[in-house]
């Protein structure tokens, strides 16, 4: 089992800059992939970015270039640093994760891959 933490929302302005915060504890001791989804009022959830533990990363098309995934391997953090924010920003973001082995190499964005979910943390941009 893992517990995930995400931290780090807000409301900004367009064009600002928010930097998201996933924290994992528990079974931390085995490999697992994260990533970052967000789910805005009356749509789906859609996957946003993920790592797994090789430095394999991956970014939605919706914000590469603005966005960019890392993660700290020693810390079990995962980071989400987005920048030129936009209205079509605002949603709840979560933070998830799959795996368990001694590694997990994979970065999908399809969120029925992902087992262990944080509660989400609320990114409002205004324009």
């Known amino acids: 089992q893992v517990q995930l933490v995400a931290s780090g929302g807000g409301s900004v302005q367009a064009g600002g800059s928010l930097r998201l915060s996933c924290a994992a504890s528990g079974d931390t001791g085995r490999g697992f992939c994260m990533g970052w989804f967000r789910q805005a009022l009356g749509k789906e959830r859609e996957g946003v970015a993920s790592?797994?533990?090789?430095?394999?990363?991956s970014v939605a098309d919706s914000v590469k270039g603005r966005f960019t995934v890392s993660r700290d391997n020693g810390k079990n953090i995962l980071f989400l640093q987005m920048n030129s924010l936009k209205p079509e920003d605002t949603a709840m973001y979560y933070c998830?994760?799959?795996?368990?082995?001694?590694?997990?190499?994979?970065?999908?964005?399809?969120?029925?891959?992902?087992?262990?979910w944080g509660q989400g943390t609320q990114v409002t941009v205004s324009s």
């Open positions: 790592a797994d533990t090789a430095g394999g990363t």
């Open positions: 998830a994760a799959y795996g368990g082995g001694a590694n997990c190499y994979g970065t999908t964005l399809d969120r029925r891959v992902y087992s262990y």
